[in-house]
């Protein structure tokens, strides 16, 4: 499984940025895709899930600001950011998991500004 995360950019607090996780390979095989950051300093924290079934789970500071959806066929994942705050700066990566294995994206570089 390969990962092609992209998206990111320079916005203003408050604003909105939508991040696409693109999935290609041995997609059918997939258990779930997930969206990670990492902000400078700083350790990397899971900050969404998107399930095979559909079911998504999020960090509970982004709750209420990011939506994680799936495209129909499975291969793209986004992550609608919405109201975004400095906390949110950081390298965005995309991750999934398949029987056991874990697969990395390369980051996307998110930045906020004050």
């Known amino acids: 499984v390969q990962l092609q995360a992209s998206g990111g950019g320079l916005v203003q607090a408050g604003g909105t940025l939508r991040l696409s996780c693109e999935a290609s390979?041995?997609?059918?095989?997939?258990?779930?895709i997930n969206w990670y950051r990492q902000a400078p300093g700083k350790q990397r924290e899971w900050v969404a899930v998107?399930?095979?079934?559909?079911?998504?789970n999020y960090l509970d500071s982004v709750k209420g600001r990011f939506t994680i959806s799936r495209n129909n066929a499975g291969n793209t994942v986004d992550l609608q950011m919405n109201n975004l705050n400095v906390d949110d700066t950081g390298l965005y990566y995309c991750?999934?998991?398949?029987?056991?294995?874990?697969?990395w994206g390369q980051g996307t570089l998110v930045t906020v500004s004050s």
């Open positions: 390979g041995s997609i059918s095989s997939l258990d779930s």
């Open positions: 998107i399930t095979w079934l559909g079911t998504t």
């Open positions: 991750n999934a998991r398949a029987a056991g294995a874990v697969y």
